[in-house]
């Protein structure tokens, strides 16, 4: 049985904000990765959810839209002593 009984808040931009986070993209297809910021994602696509983001989004290397999007919880100082960092790629 799944457990229903946890209210889900969705994360949406404008908490990655306040927290400093930026967004995360993974393209499923091509393992392309990248972070973005999230104070020009929130200027102009709005208050947007993660999900809702998600389907804006697109691979810049092979067009793919299946791309995974999470807060970037290693670029901030949320995980400390992170060894490896991701050079952020170019569109
Ligand atoms: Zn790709």
Known sequence: MVQDGVAFQPVRLT???EKKLAVWLWCEQC???????????????GDLTLSDL?????????????????????????????????DILPD
């Open 54 to 86: 998600r389907r804006k989004c697109r691979c810049s290397t092979c067009h793919s839209r299946n791309v995974f999007i999470r807060p970037d919880w290693h670029k901030s100082s949320w995980t400390r002593g992170v060894v490896s960092r991701h």
């Open 15 to 17: 908490w990655l904000v």
């Open 31 to 45: 393992s392309h990765h990248k972070s973005l910021d999230s104070v020009p994602l929130l200027t102009r696509f």
